[in-house]
């Protein structure tokens, strides 16, 4: 057998630069690169070794680990999961800077390899600058709390485990079942080592995505109980994305008239204005399609979660015969569905041929409340410059009015999603990306970065508030320095707007999430546009929305990231659609108001076990 003598650092980065995937007919590499931010714990070994393949595995620097992450998953969400990234830190807080990231990627099934430094194997300078020690288990280290947030954890504490571990990974990272992050905690003189590989082991691997065909009789039983439905509604999530089927379910609809509600993961997947497209489900749902699932005899969810969010924490239709098709078994047998287990795009073409002349009884009933609601967006969305400050409502009005229709919005937490699911008007596929599994603040700006990369020929733009902007922000600059131009609008409420309003609806007073409602000596007056002129982005703080969209033309013609800030209304959020959300109220308090809250709480919880 032919050997080659590596470091088991260049012997992993060889490998990983070897795996290729098929996309669109073209073999090319998995991994578009690796981010990495070096410390003693990673600049020696994996630092080294990916210096020698810069050329074929491009190294990115960023400012925050966290960040960067961030930026890798966003990459990966926005390639259908065809493609991923790799994030190497060293011990210590820049490993523990990933969990956060790992954590999103976890929930979200997206992939990630994720390759912090670890202490040393041979224990010889124990304990190592930032090594966390355990009085009763000499084996953990901090890479430990990866365990929960990775799909594959594996700690390479001998240079000739990365033969089984990596190929293990990166199998669980391109199975559609598993798919999610994998880490590989890499001891730091481990990496160091060098150790007689397998030539063999470095030859081009082409890996191809498994669409798994479902069960004859799960197929059988969603044929039938589709047919025979009278009022039947299609939920669509992100595995309708990932699989890749956008246009077998808008053929699907088209033919048979089925009515089509979006999940935030699914929103995309058919144009805004399809015949078939009820909009946005659920408790940030359209009104026309939370009524049309909550009169449905039937529900099919297509690559869907089913969060609380898209079920009304399971309120909105509780009692609807319900069949899930996914293609992770876990799934598909949520909320005790009949499960459809296999590949949403070959589901959709079984069920194209065997639905062929078939209409849904209810096709027509859906276009007056599709008029309805297209009406209350254009409301919720007029420009109305007569307002002291707009709502999040009319700046995304404004934004989409800026924007053409290939443009991709980005968002992640607070208010702006919710307003975003009812109110964006999506006209192709990959338009609206939304982290909306995690709901993390602070994934906008990096992941906004990781979308441009994926696209980088797409007007990228990011709405953030000011609060999830100032938890995260360095990656600006790496949009910069990179010169992957991002367009931000900074919606400024002076707080957490989204959860202060929660926080009343639940009985509460405003407190500490409103910076004025928050303890201080002197209230801050942040100035954003000039912090993002600091960090090397083109920016301007502007008072109306006429002024706002003319920013955002400026915006498109600058040849940099450009951010546009605008105060707006903490209190104002879009009436129309919505669905119940069970937040615990206390069952005793002081306070009238939270008892009331509570009352009505209770009312909603004994409604929701009449239904179920």
Not at 182 to 190: E, K, N, R, S
Not at 348 to 370: D, E, F, K, R
Request: hydrophobic content about 45%; aromatic content about 6%.
């Amino acid at each position: 057998m032919s050997t080659i003598r590596l470091t088991a650092a260049q012997a992993a980065v060889r490998w990983l630069a070897a795996q290729f995937v098929v996309v669109d007919g073209v073999e090319i590499p998995y991994f578009a690169g690796c981010w990495a931010i070096f410390g003693h714990g990673n600049v020696a070994g994996i630092g080294e070794a990916l210096h020698a393949h810069r050329d074929v595995l491009p190294t990115w620097r960023a400012h925050n680990e966290q960040g960067m992450a961030h930026a890798a998953i966003g990459y990966a969400k926005q390639m259908r999961r065809q493609r991923a990234m790799i994030c190497t830190t060293s011990i210590g807080p820049g490993a523990t800077n990933l969990l956060t990231a790992a954590a999103l990627a976890h929930v979200n099934r997206l992939p990630v390899l994720l390759m912090p430094g670890d202490v040393y194997a041979s224990r010889r300078p124990d304990p190592v600058l930032q090594q966390i020690e355990d009085f009763a288990d000499a084996t953990v280290s901090a890479n430990d709390c990866f365990k929960p947030v990775s799909r594959f954890f594996d700690r390479i504490t001998r240079p000739e485990q990365i033969l089984d571990a990596l190929p293990k990974a990166l199998a669980v990272m391109m199975d559609p079942a598993t798919c999610g992050p994998a880490t590989i905690a890499f001891c730091q003189d481990v990496q160091a080592e060098a150790f007689d590989y397998p030539v063999a082991f470095f030859d081009r691997h082409v890996w191809r995505t498994r669409r798994q065909p479902a069960d004859g009789d799960e197929m059988s039983a969603l044929i039938d109980a589709i047919r025979s439905a009278k009022r039947p509604l299609i939920v669509s999530g992100g595995g309708v994305l990932y699989s890749c089927a956008e246009a077998a379910l808008s053929d699907l609809a088209q033919a048979t008239g089925l009515p089509v509600a979006e999940t935030q993961a699914g929103k995309g997947a058919l144009p805004w204005n399809h015949p078939s497209n009820l909009g946005s489900i659920g408790v940030t749902g359209s009104s026309a399609a939370n009524a049309a699932a909550d009169e449905a005899d039937l529900i099919v969810g297509l690559g869907t979660r089913l969060q609380d969010f898209t079920t009304g924490s399971r309120s909105l239709f509780p009692d609807r015969k319900l069949f899930q098709v996914n293609i992770q078994p876990f799934d598909a047998h949520k909320h005790d569905a009949q499960p459809v287990v296999g590949d949403v795009g070959a589901v959709l073409g079984a069920l194209a041929i065997a639905l062929n002349g078939w209409t849904a009884p209810n096709a027509s009933i859906q276009t007056v409340a599709l008029a309805d609601w297209t009406a209350a967006v254009d409301a919720a969305t007029a420009r109305d410059d007569a307002r002291t400050l707009p709502s999040d409502a009319q700046v995304i009005g404004a934004v989409q009015r800026s924007m053409g229709d290939d443009a991709v919005v980005v968002c992640a937490a607070g208010g702006l999603p919710g307003e975003l699911h009812k109110l964006w008007r999506t006209a192709r596929p990959g338009g609206y990306h939304l982290e909306y599994g995690f709901s993390c603040m602070g994934y906008e700006v990096a992941g906004g970065l990781g979308v441009k990369m994926a696209e980088p020929d797409r007007e990228v733009v990011v709405m953030v508030g000011d609060g999830s902007y100032l938890m995260l922000n360095s990656e600006l600059a790496t949009s910069v320095m990179m010169g992957h131009k991002l367009i931000v609008a900074l919606l400024d409420n002076r707080g957490f707007g989204c959860i202060n309003r929660l926080q009343q609806a639940t009985g509460s007073p405003g407190f500490n999430n409103l910076l004025a409602d928050s303890r201080h000596e002197i209230l801050p007056d942040i100035d954003f546009a000039a912090h993002a002129r600091s960090l090397g982005a083109l920016s301007e703080k502007v008072e109306t929305l006429g002024q706002f969209e003319a920013a955002m033309a400026r915006g498109r013609a600058a040849d940099r990231s450009y951010v546009v800030v605008i105060d707006t209304d903490p209190l104002k959020t879009t009436e129309a659609g919505g669905w119940w959300w069970d937040v615990a109220v206390p069952e005793v308090s002081e306070r009238p108001e939270v008892e009331a809250a509570r009352r009505d709480y209770e009312a909603r919880i004994r409604m929701k076990r009449d239904l179920s």
